[in-house]
């Protein structure tokens, strides 16, 4: 079946650094990655579309300056989350589907702790 | 708009059913069932596209009313297991792989 890995699945970082997080589908193509923001007790929330070869399309409300993406190959999108701050202390999950697949796989997420 | 779940807490005694609600304001293609036990990543159960199937899956089935624009998930004889917290993503108008998820229902089964 398809699997999607992420990377770190934990991080922890003082205010102010950045960090980046790696979304790979493992044994299958992506042309277009999702990656989405959890905090406790809430729910999922998309924050942005990852194109493969071009800009990401991000949702109303998320700063695409402080949240970069890149989808430079058919299996790797990276979220940079730049001078992170505690208010961005969070779970981060991408998914991806197989082409002509209907079912998303997630990653398994990466919680990420600003200090 | 986020799709509203209903309800949004159910605690249930182990072998009792449960109805979880998702109800949509625009079009929708497809609904996606999911199951996030605390600190996980969301478990995939099923998914339900236009045409308003039913499916199931072992004690746990959901149906999509496309009519209404709504989905059910139905766990009967509930298990230990089956706590968690339930989300429905749906997705709007076409097969893009964009889901917007429910608020989550939060299920407890107790012995």
């Known amino acids: 079946g398809a699997v999607v890995s992420q990377h770190p699945s934990w991080v922890i970082c003082k205010s102010g650094t950045s960090v980046k997080i790696e979304c790979r589908s493992l044994?299958?193509?992506?042309?277009?990655m999702f990656w989405y923001r959890q905090f406790p007790k809430q729910s999922l929330m998309l924050m942005a579309t990852s194109n493969e070869g071009s800009k990401a399309t991000y949702e109303q409300g998320v700063e695409k300056d402080k949240f970069l993406i890149n989808h430079a190959s058919l299996t790797l999108s990276t979220l940079t989350v730049t001078s992170a701050h505690p208010e961005d202390s969070s779970f981060y999950i991408c998914?991806?589907?197989?082409?002509?697949?209907?079912?998303?796989?997630f990653g398994a997420g990466s919680r990420l702790t600003v200090l | 708009q986020q799709p509203v779940q209903s309800p949004q807490a159910v605690i249930l005694r182990e072998g009792e059913d449960a109805v979880i609600n998702c109800s949509s304001s625009?079009?929708?293609?497809?609904v996606h069932w999911y199951r996030q036990k605390h600190g996980e990543a969301p478990v995939f159960l099923m998914i339900l596209l236009k045409g308003g199937e039913q499916k199931g899956h072992e004690k746990i089935s959901a149906s999509f009313n496309e009519k209404k624009q709504q989905s059910s998930l139905y766990l009967t004889a509930s298990q230990l297991s089956y706590s968690g917290t339930y989300f429905c993503g749906t997705e709007w108008g076409s097969n893009t792989g964009k889901l917007i998820f429910g608020q989550g229902t939060t299920l407890q089964v107790k012995p």
């Open positions: 625009k079009a929708l293609y497809s």
């Open positions: 044994d299958f193509q992506a042309t277009t």
């Open positions: 998914s991806a589907r197989q082409s002509g697949a209907n079912v998303l796989t």
